[in-house]
């Protein structure tokens, strides 16, 4: 066989060109090698098989993707099948092996693309042993498939082409905000999935916050053609902004989003395009600020991360073209949330800290307590127990100074229940069981109406019970019982954050499923919500 070096004289060009060759054909072998590797094509060695499992549950797969069970029906199906797969620890491909059907099938109906049938239903509760959990589910699925309504109209200019990054920019002028606003509001009233299925991206603050603490003033639109807009318009909007905030908190975020987002595409979109004078402009973009705000915040507590991130950043950007620093000192505060509950505990922080500072500088102590609540809870997150309690104090005393200052009722949000039930939370983030128990019952007690603040509560205080190392307070049964004093408030809450962390509780009690009070507790739970989603 000959060779390339045949015929050559050994020169160093030539022992140059003879390795050059041989590192060519060794490097086309090992893709061909390493791309079989990846395929699957050969067995990966059981130290790899390990490796990359840990890997997987440690985070660094693709994050499944985000459902709203509480305004869907299809959704809630898709949450529950989620829920049995993870506690039987099954991949989609394997309960597909189960079922007789395909991984991607399994993978569809769970994120909700696609209406299981009821001989699917009945197959996955065979699979996953929920005693029927899935197919007690499936009339409301097939009612809710008949009902669907087709897409809405698209107006005019609906064609035209929505960027993926539509609202995570800081717009340079009032005008280039509002005209971002209207294109969030329509483009979320048609369930655009590039919005609404967008993810939170945690770089994205960054430039709106250096922005903001900036201060840079702006020019509000006025001498427009248009309907003029009046003081009574405005009055009109901070009284609906109220009224949303308050569905929101005791209804959950997804009880009236739709309401909301028919209200401002309708109602205050042209008054956005409408005339009016410099004063009345920027009462006009404060009180855009508030419903974008409460847009966000709906979105937050119905799933959806990426657009509600959007919407946080586009009420920051009204706020500052308002001139109203302490409304945008508490939308500061719901962005630090937001980053607190998806883990960005550095966010989080930075987040809060800024709201803070901005809500010293204008007097608004109330919203600087909750801010330096936020700060709390994100050391806690952290691990930090001294840093956590001191902003606790901080917040505290904060709070106290605000009880005789005239801070506005609609930015006024924070309490002393509020700070109560903050300091439940950071006992959770920290892991102090037993300060999860003293804590509970008077922030539970002063819950009132508000459905959402009772679930979470009473879901905190059940995981307090949970059988974990180290915890001297365990009791499988009392944490249950806890669980079933939620159910009522459930049933008739519309909020998918709630729902997962009540759910996170349930995963856990999985692994005692033969105790009777787990199988009192699941019953009961299948029976709330299907007479919930009979009744939507």
């Not at 840990?54 to 299809?74: F, N, V, W």
């Not at 969030?184 to 009233?189: E, F, I, M």
Request: include cysteine; charge should be neutral.
């Amino acid at each position: 066989m000959a060779r390339i070096d045949d015929g050559l004289e050994r020169t160093p060009q030539a022992s140059a060109l003879m390795w050059t060759w041989w590192l060519y054909k060794i490097s086309i072998l090992g893709t061909f090698w390493l791309l079989r590797y990846i395929s699957g094509a050969i067995p990966r060695p059981r130290w790899a098989r390990r490796v990359i499992g840990a890997g997987r549950r440690r985070g660094m797969g693709r994050p499944p993707r985000e459902l709203t069970p509480g305004e869907s029906t299809l959704h809630f199906f898709g949450a529950e099948l989620r829920h049995w797969r993870t506690v039987r620890e099954l991949s989609q491909a394997a309960l597909g092996l189960r079922t007789h059907d395909s991984g991607a099938l399994i993978s569809k109906v769970e994120k909700g693309e696609r209406f299981p049938s009821r001989e699917l239903a009945r197959r996955l509760d065979e699979a996953l042993t929920t005693g029927g959990a899935l197919e007690q589910l499936w009339p409301q699925l097939d009612q809710e498939r008949a009902l669907r309504d087709a897409p809405p109209s698209s107006p005019a200019d609906s064609d035209e082409s929505i960027p993926g990054d539509l609202g995570l920019a800081w717009s340079p002028t009032t005008a280039a905000t509002v005209e971002v606003v209207g294109k969030l509001w329509r483009a979320d009233v048609e369930r655009r999935p590039v919005l609404v299925t967008a993810a939170w991206v945690a770089s994205a603050f960054a430039e709106p916050v250096r922005e903001w603490l900036l201060n840079r003033q702006d020019e509000v639109l006025q001498d427009r053609p248009g309907r003029a807009v009046g003081q009574s318009d405005i009055d009109a909007l901070w009284a609906m902004s109220e009224a949303f905030t308050d569905a929101d908190q005791r209804l959950g975020g997804g009880y009236a989003r739709v309401t909301l987002m028919d209200y401002v595409n309708q109602i205050v979109l042209p008054l956005l395009r409408g005339s009016y004078t410099d004063a009345i402009g920027r009462d006009l973009m404060a009180a855009t600020a508030r419903l974008c705000d409460i847009c966000g915040y709906m979105s937050f507590d119905s799933g959806r991360q990426g657009l509600a991130q959007r919407y946080y950043i586009q009420s920051l950007r009204l706020a500052q073209a308002s001139g109203n620093r302490e409304l945008g000192a508490g939308i500061l505060a719901d962005m630090s949330m937001q980053a607190h509950y998806l883990g960005n505990t550095a966010q989080a922080l930075e987040l809060a800290t800024a709201g803070y500072r901005t809500a010293l500088d204008c007097g608004a102590l109330s919203t600087a307590a909750r801010c330096a609540a936020h700060q709390g809870e994100a050391y806690a997150l952290q691990g930090d127990q001294r840093a956590s309690a001191q902003a606790c104090t901080v917040a505290e005393r904060t709070l106290d100074r605000a009880v005789s200052t005239g801070e506005r009722m609609w930015v006024k949000l924070f309490t002393a229940e509020h700070m109560a039930a903050e300091r439940l939370y950071m006992a959770r983030d920290l892991g102090r069981h037993g300060d999860i128990q003293r804590l509970a019952p008077a922030v539970l007690a002063d819950a009132g109406g508000m459905q959402r603040r009772r679930v979470v509560c009473t879901t905190v205080l059940a995981a307090s019970y949970l059988p974990t190392a180290g915890n001297p307070h365990s009791d499988v049964d009392q944490a249950c019982e806890v669980l079933n004093q939620a159910l009522p408030s459930l049933g008739s809450l519309h909020s998918a954050r709630s729902l997962e962390r009540f759910n996170a509780v349930r995963r856990a009690l999985a692994s005692h499923a033969s105790r009777p009070s787990v199988q009192d507790f699941e019953h009961r739970f299948r029976a709330t919500v299907t007479a919930a989603n009979t009744r939507a």
